[in-house]
């Protein structure tokens, strides 16, 4: 599986973004989904997962109501939009594939993508 996230930028609090993760090399809705960040200094941490249907999310206790995971399995593609954005939520954000586990903690999965920045300014 190759995975490749876009859709990062600079936004001012409050603002949203809408990230994507298109995916190749393996029928799309065999896996689940994860969305990961990383802040300077800080370990990586669970945003969002989605089942390999679409039918149940997840989401952390920073990001949940402000946060929509989801996917397009005609498209390979999946994506975390992000409404109401806080100067904290300021990370890289990776999507990863194919937990081997539960789906929160990031050395369970075996795919990633390389990651796109998103800042966030007050």
């Known amino acids: 599986v190759q995975l490749q996230a876009s859709g990062g930028g600079l936004v001012q609090a409050g603002g949203s973004l809408r990230l994507s993760c298109a995916a190749s090399g393996r029928t799309f809705n065999t896996y689940l989904m994860g969305w990961f960040r990383q802040a300077p200094g800080k370990e990586r941490e669970f945003v969002a997962a989605?089942?390999?249907?679409?039918?149940?999310?997840y989401y952390s206790s920073s990001v949940k109501g402000r946060f929509t995971i989801s996917r397009d399995n005609d498209k390979n593609t999946g994506y975390l939009q992000m409404n109401s954005l806080k100067r904290e939520d300021t990370a890289v954000y990776y999507c990863?594939?194919?937990?081997?586990?539960?789906?929160?903690?990031?050395?369970?999965?075996?795919?990633w993508g390389q990651g796109t920045q998103v800042t966030v300014s007050s």
């Open positions: 990863a594939a194919d937990p081997r586990d539960n789906y929160y903690a990031p050395e369970n999965y075996n795919y």
């Open positions: 989605i089942t390999r249907a679409g039918l149940s999310t």
